[in-house]
Every structure is written in structure tokens, then in C-alpha cells.
């Protein structure tokens, strides 16, 4: 089992996770939707390679032992390709923090097992280090009925990351609540957090989570949160007044246009310099509290390191199928397997 795909290959990330494959001597096949970014790409490392549009995948796959998805937004390829993947029988990896994605892909368990397939999304930094946060928090505390999840990153967006933020912004913030996804205001609600570096504001976040986390754990209401400035949350708050309008197709086109010409990710010594903290507690109906924290390297580093990673488990054999998450596949530790930086704190 060693014919493998990486798509949307050319982009910010795929394009990282095409090094890392080449750093841990993998030679993957590239694949995009334009033949000469892709052509130009697999050249550079002499690499095989394919091209096509997922609206139209037809036997793209047939020889194809595993995808890593790269082509964001996720909401426009990640539901054509994981079909295409159980269909040819391949196994579907990407790195969404869409929790659509994450709540389609669960809703074809039963498939992908028929298929002999894994389906795991999010297998960079959404979701691989707050998805094992949370499961060695609920290990901390079993009996757990509320976890609430943080970061602190400062290395900016990647394009696609940015897009997929602007496609969001429309539908508002998301929490579970008694075990529901249930859609809030943005910004819904604000706290001081500890992530690592003394006590910060932060905000409410739709992130993957909310999703993954609950698979993992069991656990039924669950926030997550980011650092925000007071400027901020008063600005994403008056938003909540118009969030209808940002979804309006020219004012989705506007947006993603301005983002494709001013954001660009960010630079290998930003990447080298800005690592992330990740924060996660867990509390149950008795009144008990555990803390745990995560030092991790900066996120789009993760992301290259977890997707190679769990590609490179799977490319050994697997006997399981189906829907899971990373935590759940490559169990608690996968993210201080998968990246020698990251460390509990």
C-alpha cells in the first residue's frame, strides 16, 4: 500500500505537506485542478502527478490507495471527495476545521465501513492537538460534562484558512450544548484565559471541535475559545446586525478576492518562530476542575508534520474502518508522536 494522493497540492499547505512527505523520503502523487501549477510542482521534485476538478473525478482514484485533501474550503471538495474515496476504496484524509466536514464524514461511518475505508478529517492543526487535549483531559476526569478548548496562535492565515473563516462568518458561532450543535451570536461569549503566557480575553469560536471533540469524548457541551481584543469582539458583535448580508454570493466573491491578493501565509521563520499554546479544561457535576496544556509548533508546521504522519500509519495497513477522529484513530498521544516540539505543559 504505497500509492498515495496529496490534492490541492500547490496550495499554502499542500505545498508544505508535500515537503514533509519528501523530508520523511515519501513520493506522493500531486493532484490540483490546474494542470500547470501541478505539472510545475511535480517537476521541481520529480514527482508523478494528476489533475483534475472534483465535480469531475470519474477514475482519478481507481489506483489510489489514500487522499490528503488540501483544497479548501473543504464545504466545496470534501463531500465529492470522500464519496470518490469510498467508492474506489480509498482512504480520506484532510485538514479541515469545518465542522460540517467533520459531521458529514461521521454521518458516513456505516459507508466507509462497507468500503473498507477511514474517513478522518482535520489531520493537521485542526484538529490533531485540541482533539488529543481533549481526550487526555476526559482521561484526567471521566465522568466530565464540560470541556472548554483554547489556543493561542499568532502566525496569521494561510489564503485557504482565511477563506474558510469569510465562507463562516454568515452562520454565526457554534457551542454544544447538552450534547447539540447549537448556532450563537458571534462572539458569543468572552473569558480570561491562561494559555500559557499569563491571563488573555478571549472569545467564543465555531472551531472543529465542537465536532471532534465530542466524538472523542462523549462529552455534550463544549466551547471553544481564541485570544481576542476587546476591539474585536465589539466589531464581530455589531456584525451579528448584518451576518445575513456576508452571505450573499458578491459579498462572499468580494471578500475571498481581497483575501487572494493580500494573503499569503505565513513565512518559514514565522512558522520556525511563533509556536501555539493549546488550553483545555474539563469539569464535572461535583464541582471538579482539571487543567492541561499543550506547547505545540506553530500550526501550519503541525499540519504538515500530523498529515504525513497519519498518511504514513495508515500506508502500514489497518484493519479498522470508518469514521474517526485523529484522537480516536492514533489514540491521546498522536500529537506528541506526530511532532517532536509539542509537549505537556
Known amino acids: 500500500m504505497n500509492n498515495w494522493m496529496i490534492y490541492g497540492a500547490t496550495g499554502y499547505s499542500g505545498q508544505l505537506i508535500v515537503a514533509q512527505a519528501l523530508a520523511k523520503g515519501f513520493q506522493p502523487m500531486v493532484a490540483g485542478r490546474s494542470e500547470s501549477k501541478v505539472k510545475a510542482l511535480a517537476d521541481k521534485h520529480n514527482l508523478p502527478f494528476r489533475f483534475f476538478d472534483v465535480n469531475d473525478i470519474q477514475d482519478a482514484l481507481k489506483d489510489v490507495d489514500l487522499v490528503i485533501n488540501c483544497a479548501g474550503p473543504f464545504s466545496q471538495t470534501a463531500d465529492q471527495m470522500m464519496s470518490a474515496c ?3 476504496g ?8 469545518e465542522i460540517d466536514v467533520f459531521e458529514l464524514a461521521r454521518s458516513w461511518h456505516k459507508k466507509a465501513q462497507e468500503s473498507g475505508v477511514i474517513l478522518c478529517p482535520g489531520v493537521g492543526f485542526d484538529v490533531i492537538p485540541t482533539d488529543c487535549l481533549a481526550m487526555m483531559l476526559h482521561q484526567a476526569l471521566p465522568d466530565a460534562s464540560s470541556l472548554t478548548l483554547g489556543f493561542d496562535s499568532r502566525s496569521g492565515f494561510s489564503p485557504g484558512t482565511a477563506k474558510t473563516s469569510v465562507e463562516a462568518l454568515p452562520h454565526g458561532g457554534k457551542v454544544r450544548k447538552n450534547g447539540v450543535l447549537t448556532t450563537v451570536p458571534l462572539a458569543f461569549k468572552t473569558r480570561k484565559i491562561d494559555f500559557g503566557a499569563g491571563e488573555k480575553l478571549a472569545m ?5 471541535d465542537l465536532a471532534t471533540a465530542y466524538c472523542s469524548t462523549g462529552i455534550g457541551n463544549i466551547e471553544v475559545y481564541i485570544p481576542a481584543s476587546p476591539r474585536l469582539v465589539k466589531r464581530l458583535k455589531r456584525l451579528n446586525k448584518i451576518r ?5 454570493s458578491w459579498v462572499q466573491k468580494f471578500l475571498k478576492k481581497r483575501i487572494e491578493k493580500s494573503v499569503k501565509g505565513p513565512s518559514e521563520d514565522q512558522r520556525k518562530s511563533l509556536t501555539t499554546c493549546v488550553w483545555g479544561e474539563v469539569s464535572n457535576e461535583q464541582g471538579q476542575v ?3 496544556r499543550l506547547n505545540v509548533a506553530n500550526g501550519y508546521q503541525i499540519t504538515a508534520e500530523g498529515a504525513v504522519y497519519v498518511a504514513a500509519q495508515l500506508l502500514n495497513g489497518t484493519e479498522q474502518a470508518g469514521y474517526f477522529t485523529p484522537g480516536q484513530l492514533l489514540g491521546a498521544d498522536l500529537i506528541l508522536n506526530c511532532s ?6
Open 86 to 88: 469510498m467508492d474506489s
Open 244 to 248: 445575513g448580508l456576508l452571505g450573499w
Open 204 to 208: 467564543t469560536i465555531p472551531w472543529g
Open 290 to 292: 482539571k487543567t492541561m
Open 340 to 345: 517532536e516540539q509539542s509537549q505537556v505543559v
Open 90 to 97: 480509498c482512504h480520506y484524509l484532510d485538514i479541515t476545521g
